[in-house]
């Protein structure tokens, strides 16, 4: 393959913090081995998973499975986070990719025959008894030292195509709808909505309260800054917006609070896509600043146009969003020359959301950008990892991968999806570190991965 096309980042410098304070610059040179971070990948003989010796895997849960409230597994898995469940347990909250319409691969049966289990009211789009929204949450309870799922349940139920989300500090989960649907004669109330999952280890389900003031559009992913309680969002559209929620009471989201756009100084309208043109060089540092929101709300769903028109940034599909290392990294899909993805690192002010916000501005960092498919092809979901990595989930044409990016810039993969081309979705650790959960979605598979973590930690 052509030099041009191998063409990536590396840091000026490694340092022990992980991603923090890092310089990147452009380097012609061919790419790291993709195998020099954890060895070379070893093929899996039941085809499933192709990991590095030493690591092992474990299918915990698997769509259409008898959950213990009596429902089925859903289907389309996508974000999750792993939060410290009682006496050692983990708890792991799951989104469900799922619209109406998808009711083979629904929690109530082939044909929501079960729906007469759980209580109207926990529904939040009854979709006239008829189509009931089928995306939603799961919850697992997961017994490291066992290696068990304990309990598996609907935690959440009648929202739709629920992409990615984020966890909180004060342990909830925020799932996100990556669907603006309105009521019509499929669906009883209007989609587009964020929800919050407490991370709880009790057979349930969370109240279904659109968290409105966080605004209405095609989410993806959410981040919370724990120094602040700031939440940021991204959404899925060819000419999205990054989104950052300053809520009126940190850590009660249903509160309200106002919604602001993430803008360039001096560059109004900034187009980050470079699709066309190169109108962002990985490593500068551009100063932030953010643009309040009205009719957040939205009903013509034009958030993202009035944004644009007033001075915001423009961003390739925004998808998989994480805290880690005082910064907030996000992926853009589409983004890049050759549309194969970009990776953007924002670091927040020290009077970030504040009033002297101005002195010393958040900063936007393009991290990577690749335009090469053989590095990274069209990274979607994404972690921070326990010993400073980036790990990221490929949604692309082709076989997928999880992607791990150091912080030196450089590029390796980490497993293979064996099985077949879906994506893998909702990359996320263990509180202590030591498993990776992660989900392929078809044909709709949790794996614990298990392996010498602490061996690579900075």
């Known amino acids: 393959m052509p030099a041009s096309r191998r063409q990536f980042l590396k840091s000026a410098a490694a340092i022990s913090l992980g ?211 700031i939440v940021y969002e991204t959404e899925d559209q060819g000419d999205s917006l990054i989104y950052r929620f300053i809520p009126a009471v940190p850590g ?36 932030a600043r953010w643009i309040d929101m009205d009719e957040v709300d939205s009903p013509n769903e034009d958030l993202r146009y009035r944004g644009f028109e007033r001075g915001a940034t423009r961003f390739a599909r925004g998808e998989g969003m994480w805290y880690g290392h005082d910064s907030i990294y996000f992926a853009c899909t589409s983004g890049g020359s050759l549309k194969k993805g970009q990776i953007f690192r924002y670091q927040p002010s020290p009077h970030e959301g504040t009033a002297d916000e101005h002195k010393a501005p958040g900063t936007l960092e393009l991290f990577i950008e690749p335009n090469d498919g053989d590095l990274v092809d069209n990274a979607d979901n994404l972690t921070v990892s326990p010993f400073g990595d980036l790990i990221l989930c490929e949604d692309g044409g082709g076989g997928n991968n999880l992607v791990g990016v150091t912080p030196e810039g450089q590029l390796y993969r980490f497993a293979h999806n064996a099985m077949n081309t879906s994506e893998f979705a909702g990359v996320t650790f263990s509180p202590d570190g030591q498993v990776l959960f992660v989900n392929i979605q078809h044909p709709g598979n949790t794996f614990a991965i298990y392996g010498p973590w602490d061996q690579h930690r900075s």
């Open 19 to 229: 991603f923090s304070g890092l310089y990147h610059h452009i380097a012609w040179a061919a790419p790291s081995n993709p195998e020099d971070r954890f060895g070379q990948l070893i093929t899996d003989p039941k085809g499933i998973l192709d990991l590095p010796e030493g690591f092992s895997y474990k299918i915990i849960s698997t769509v259409g499975d008898p959950m213990d409230d009596g429902l089925s597994v859903p289907g389309n898995a996508d974000g999750m986070a792993a939060f410290p469940g009682p006496e050692g347990r983990v708890i792991l909250i799951r989104n469900h990719e799922l619209g109406p319409t998808a009711k083979a691969a629904g929690a109530f049966g082939e044909n929501n025959e079960w729906l007469h289990m759980i209580h109207k009211s926990d529904v939040y789009d009854w979709g006239h008894g008829k189509t009931p929204g089928l995306g939603g949450t799961s919850t697992l309870v997961y017994d490291m030292q066992r290696g068990v799922v304990e309990k598996e349940f609907l935690s959440l139920a009648g929202t739709t195509v629920n992409c990615a989300g984020g966890p909180t500090p004060w342990h909830s989960w925020i799932t996100c709808e990556e669907n603006t649907a309105q009521i019509d004669q499929v669906h009883q109330k209007d989609h587009g909505y964020n929800f919050e999952v407490p991370a709880s280890s009790e057979i349930g389900r969370a109240a279904p309260v659109p968290l409105k003031a966080m605004g209405r559009f095609k989410h993806e992913a959410v981040a919370v800054d724990p120094r602040t309680g």
């Open 252 to 287: 009660k989201l249903a509160e309200g609070g106002r919604l602001q756009a993430l803008a360039i100084i001096d560059q109004p309208s900034l187009d980050t896509r470079n699709w066309e043109e190169t109108l962002v060089s990985p490593g500068q540092q551009l100063a």
